[in-house]
């Protein structure tokens, strides 16, 4: 893959990069096919070679065409790559939908991903946490930090625009990607998860996509369906024949209501009564 030259600052934390991966010797790679665990496992093959191994989770919360696009960007990286089945709706903590959902997540992938370390005789496993995620609400880095996972994005502060850039001049199809978390992000709190309800918001964020609409989400309100948008998005929902095919889709789906959000999109929305309390 071809490689531009990067500035002297962000060459030097790449270099603390590959001088930190290189210190674990063998690595794998937590690996959803987002922006950042792309990168870092892009990072990883470069440093460690075939010591570098990404894993993906097979899990009802995430998309089919994520698992997909993930399979085929660790194909195009040259990454060994594997997948991994989680069961974390079989987790009371998980599907009750608490405040901390996230941490029995983590903990879930990170327990299957211990077997296939200790298979190849992996001491490290690493996932793509960043500087911008601390102080927001993640119970999964709490979940991290107490299992011994480590955040080398964070060890060398390379921030979410810096692996954007650096991602772009490695050519690498993520740099560029909307933010994306898993579809049990739709639900508030306190809101029972099931296979279901996971499988209903997933058909209905799947044919926005359809429709071209790149960053949005579908919150899920029981018979009501809350679309967010960004802002250079919404004029498409001015068309009476989209908001039509839209309200139809959805309503074969079991909403009986659909609105737009004209706040508009915003990661973690429903993480707002939290951060503000």
Known sequence: MLKQKLKPTLQTKLDQLYACLRDYEKVIV?????????????????????NALAVTAISDSYPIREMRAAQDIAKQIGIRFETVHTQELDLEGYASNPTNRCFFCKTELFDKLRPIAEKYDVGTIVYGAIPDDVGDHRPGMDAAKQMGIQAPLIDVNLTKAEIREIS????????????????????????????????????????LYDLGIRQFRVRHHGELARIELEAQEISRLLSKTVRDDISTHFKTLGYAHVTLDLQGYRSGSLNEGIMTS
Not at 34 to 44: K, Q
């Open 30 to 50: 937590a690996f959803s096919g987002g922006v950042d665990s792309t990168f870092l496992a892009e990072a990883a093959q470069h440093a460690l070679a075939d």
């Open 168 to 207: 772009k001049a490695w050519e690498l199809p993520t740099w560029d990607k909307p933010a994306f978390a898993c579809l049990s992000s739709r639900f508030p709190y306190g809101m029972r998860i099931t296979r279901e309800l996971l499988r209903q918001v997933d058909a209905a964020e799947q044919f």
